[in-house]
């Protein structure tokens, strides 16, 4: 069935708490301020292989401050999100979705295309990105009306996540083409295996000790909902993704502390 005005209100509202914005923006246009105009003049000068060990030093110090970041987000979202918000608890839920995008921030890939001159592939990523980001809001939002409309709302969430890994994947291509490198050398990835598996396992590791003793998830937490169930990241998105479902919303805005989504 359709949602009710006053329901979609509350679903309107859930999503917009729960879209926050992580604060990692001025540290990447600290990186790109200084690192556009060298790449541009190392790109002149044919200098690729000092342009690989600034990029690759780059990522690696951005990563010694997002990874952990995007590992405490995660397993912290209940309590920080349920703190500002209490009131609209499948807040979570878009939160959490969002921050699934926080890993592709430990680098830059537009500025880089622009650096070397390059600015239509950037352009073309852009373009690609926001029409696969319409057509996916538009799919999943009708697939899950039809299969869970409680949880419709999720859909540009998911969408927005799907497209963004849709264009970075793009956009590696394109600065391995232009420089000439293969994707093992694109990035550090062993440094970035290391410090992503060390922040979730602190992370997780800290989350599964507040749940040995005892401690229940604040009011608003919810088990992932079952239309959202079959995709890869599910079973990071929440600890309870086993769980029966939640309840709706049981009414017109009064059950909006329901379950929740991030």
């Given at each position: 069935p359709k949602p009710s005005s006053a329901a979609s209100d509350v679903y309107k509202r859930q999503y917009?708490?729960?879209?926050?914005?992580?604060?990692?923006?001025?540290?990447?246009?600290?990186?790109?301020?200084?690192?556009?105009?060298?790449?541009?003049?190392?790109f002149q000068e044919g200098r690729l292989d000092d342009i690989h060990a600034l990029w690759q030093g780059a990522v690696s110090r951005l990563?010694?401050?997002?990874?952990?970041?995007?590992?405490?987000?995660?397993?912290?979202?209940?309590?920080?999100?349920?703190?500002?918000?209490?009131?609209?608890?499948?807040?979570?839920?878009?939160?959490?979705?969002?921050?699934?995008?926080?890993?592709?921030?430990?680098?830059?890939?537009?500025?880089?295309?622009v650096g070397m001159g390059k600015a239509r592939w950037a352009l073309w990523g852009s373009l690609g990105d926001l029409g696969c980001n319409l057509a996916l809001s538009l799919a999943l939002v009708s697939y899950m009306l039809g299969a869970r409309p409680e949880w419709a709302f999720l859909g540009p969430a998911l969408a927005t996540v799907c497209s963004t890994y849709l264009q970075v994947s793009f956009l590696l291509t394109a600065i391995g083409r232009h420089l000439r490198w293969g994707l093992?050398?694109?990035?550090?990835?062993?440094?970035?295996?290391?410090?992503?598996?060390?922040?979730?396992?602190?992370?997780?590791?800290?989350?599964?000790?507040?749940?040995?003793?005892g401690r229940r998830h604040p009011r608003g937490g919810a088990p992932l909902p079952r239309a959202i169930r079959p995709f890869p990241w599910s079973p990071?998105?929440?600890?309870?993704?086993?769980?029966?479902?939640?309840?709706?919303?049981?009414?017109?805005g009064g059950g909006s502390r329901a379950g929740r989504l991030g």
């Amino acid at each position: 069935p359709k949602p009710s005005s006053a329901a979609s209100d509350v679903y309107k509202r859930q999503y917009h708490f729960g879209a926050l914005e992580v604060p990692v923006s001025l540290l990447l246009a600290a990186v790109v301020t200084v690192l556009v105009p060298e790449i541009s003049r190392l790109f002149q000068e044919g200098r690729l292989d000092d342009i690989h060990a600034l990029w690759q030093g780059a990522v690696s110090r951005l990563a010694l401050v997002v990874l952990p970041l995007f590992a405490f987000l995660l397993v912290f979202a209940e309590p920080l999100v349920s703190l500002l918000y209490p009131e609209y608890a499948r807040s979570i839920w878009v939160f959490r979705i969002y921050i699934l995008v926080l890993p592709l921030r430990c680098a830059i890939y537009n500025p880089l295309l622009v650096g070397m001159g390059k600015a239509r592939w950037a352009l073309w990523g852009s373009l690609g990105d926001l029409g696969c980001n319409l057509a996916l809001s538009l799919a999943l939002v009708s697939y899950m009306l039809g299969a869970r409309p409680e949880w419709a709302f999720l859909g540009p969430a998911l969408a927005t996540v799907c497209s963004t890994y849709l264009q970075v994947s793009f956009l590696l291509t394109a600065i391995g083409r232009h420089l000439r490198w293969g994707l093992a050398q694109l990035l550090p990835w062993g440094q970035l295996l290391r410090l992503g598996l060390g922040g979730s396992g602190s992370g997780f590791g800290v989350g599964g000790g507040r749940r040995r003793r005892g401690r229940r998830h604040p009011r608003g937490g919810a088990p992932l909902p079952r239309a959202i169930r079959p995709f890869p990241w599910s079973p990071i998105l929440s600890p309870s993704a086993r769980q029966r479902p939640g309840p709706g919303l049981g009414g017109a805005g009064g059950g909006s502390r329901a379950g929740r989504l991030g």
